[in-house]
């Protein structure tokens, strides 16, 4: 749908009712808005808004798999340093995701509408700042406050392209089924979008690899050569490796340049919230309080949360253990590629089985199928066959993984207007909340893990773990996401929002949409008194 359309029905942008006389001389409404936005959702519209997805994905999934390695070997911080970078930008882009969203609920209805001045005004800055992320200074002493100050630059500005961005999901369509479909196109450009930022970033830097270091005791002489090669190797490929970071960040930042052109020109954005223009902000305490007092949210957040940490863990270690406690080193990327594919292709069909089964049997359907290959992979002897089995299975969890809280969070936010008709335009504080509780699951996944394998001795280079560290992984991929999984779907239990009580609210929001247009009709057809 293009963006100029809107010009040839309304003869100013500010303009909200196209008027016309009749016979008598007096002025009446031709189209109310209501009806002027009950278009029905294109598919182009769906595609474009999902394409807006994918620049979160992407250098999310570039920053979390190869921001540290970039850290520790291409900018040969110290550990210590590299793991401060690593949490206060966690931190600090967690924290930024609320306050984003109480400014976006306060925004004011533009021409372009409320979500979108924020997503291209914060396009150019961010792409700036993650090009500079992958920049070593030549600079020793501030290498570490140049890492922090465009990192946390850098998640800021993503946060107020991404919570407006969740938050659109309320404004391109007053239908429930039209969201959900869209929510759909979304998932899955973002689940690719998570195989681009695999693919282009490993494949540019894959020359950056450092040989293994075998884990033997050598002697004086021996060792002093083998340090002589190193040295001369790391000299040699250093500007290599730097420039192919550059490169890669260049790449990854024309493609979210590209993603944010498309949704803008791609997606128009419609007021579906009646009233909400003209009604009185709410302080951020009081937001607060109505969003995280509505029982339904809290807990699907919570069970979201528990559902999200389960998988954040084994996607955050299985490359290590495919790599050393089942020994392929030289196939752990194709199994990376094999889930991220299988999240790909099978989101339609999850699509399709919420459609037709519901929300709630969906989600303990899907999210527990990974289950019995988890417990598996630890139990057989190691077979790459029975690792490319898990990946698909694990690949088809993390689908409805990603599907299902964007699906079901406008449920939520349906609800909560159902219970509260006078309380409305907080869609920006439901959408920042959840991605803040994520990115805390993410943070906690990092930190847990790292800290678990530190104590059970890890090594960075070798070739071989200890048993210690192969435990430690097992129990990473398999024991602790299985009991996470188990307590995400208890909380879901008490989950109300059921597919009656969703068409329950959806039936009474079209009553009010609908008394809100014949009340707007009503007043449009009110005789202009002017001289």
């Known amino acids: 749908m293009a963006r100029g359309e809107g010009a040839e029905q309304f003869s100013s942008g500010l303009l909200h009712t196209a008027k016309t006389v009749n016979q008598d001389g007096i002025k009446i409404s031709k189209l109310s808005p209501q009806q002027e936005r009950k278009r029905a959702l294109t598919v182009w519209s769906k595609v474009c808004f999902a394409i807006g997805g994918a620049p979160y994905q992407i250098t999310a999934t570039a920053l979390g798999f190869f921001l540290q390695i970039f850290l520790l070997d291409v900018a040969l911080l110290d550990p210590l340093n590299a793991s401060v970078i690593l949490f206060v930008g966690r931190a600090w882009d967690a924290v930024t995701d609320p306050a984003i969203g109480f400014l976006v609920s306060r925004s004011p209805w533009t021409r372009h ?191 979201f949360l528990f559902t999200s940490l389960a998988f954040m863990l084994l ?61 598996l992979v630890v139990c057989v002897k190691s077979s790459l066959f029975v690792s490319y089995i898990v990946s698909i299975a694990a690949g088809a969890s993390v689908a409805v993984a990603f599907l299902l809280p964007w699906s079901m969070l406008p449920d939520v936010v349906d609800d909560f207007k159902v219970q509260n008709p006078t309380s409305q335009g907080h869609e920006a504080i439901f959408y920042s909340f959840y991605v803040f509780f994520t990115k805390f699951a993410s943070g906690v996944s990092l930190g847990v893990s790292t800290l678990a394998l530190s104590f059970a001795g890890y090594v960075t ?54 008394n809100e247009e014949q009340e707007s009709e009503m007043e449009a057809l009110k005789p202009d008194i002017t001289a």
Not at 227 to 255: C, P, T, W
Not at 323 to 339: A, C, H, P, S
Request: charged share 10%; with cysteine; hydrophobic share 45%.
């Open 315 to 375: 996607e955050g270690n299985f490359a290590v253990f495919i790599k050393y406690t089942l020994g392929f080193r030289e196939d752990f990327q194709n199994i990376l590629l094999v889930i991220m594919l299988s999240a790909t292709f099978t989101i339609p069909m999850w699509q399709w089985f919420l459609c037709r089964f519901g929300k709630k049997t969906a989600v303990y359907i899907g999210i527990p199928w990974a289950v019995p290959f988890m417990i």
């Open 461 to 514: 280079g070798v070739c071989v773990q200890s048993d210690s560290v192969n435990l430690t992984l097992k129990m990473l991929v398999s024991a602790a996401p299985v009991s996470l999984i188990a307590l995400g779907l208890l909380i879901f239990k008490t989950y109300p929002i059921n597919e009656e009580c969703r068409q329950y609210n959806n039936k009474q929001l079209q009553l009010l949409l609908r």
């Open 113 to 303: 509408g409320r979500m979108m001045p924020w997503i291209l005004v914060s396009t150019i800055p961010a792409v700036l700042c993650y090009f500079l992320i992958w920049v070593v200074p030549p600079i020793e002493q501030g290498k570490i406050m140049w890492y922090l100050l465009f990192y946390c630059l850098f998640q800021t500005l993503q946060t107020c392209f991404h919570v407006p961005y969740s938050a659109l999901t309320m404004f391109i369509s007053n239908k429930q089924e039209e969201r959900d479909s869209a929510t759909a196109y979304r998932m899955t450009v973002e689940v690719l979008g998570t195989v681009i930022g695999t693919a282009v970033q490993g494949q540019i830097v894959g020359m950056a690899n450092t040989p293994c270091i075998n884990n033997t005791s050598p002697t004086n002489s021996s060792n002093h050569s083998v340090h002589g090669n190193n040295s001369q190797l790391l000299d040699k490929k250093v500007f290599n490796e730097r420039l192919a970071y550059m490169i890669a960040s260049a790449v990854i930042s024309l493609i979210y340049v590209l993603c944010a052109v498309v949704l803008f020109f791609g997606v128009r954005e419609q007021d579906n919230q009646g009233g909400l223009k003209a009604q009185k902000h709410v302080s951020f305490q009081t937001g607060l309080r109505l969003v995280m007092g509505h029982g339904p949210y809290v807990k699907l957040v919570l069970a």
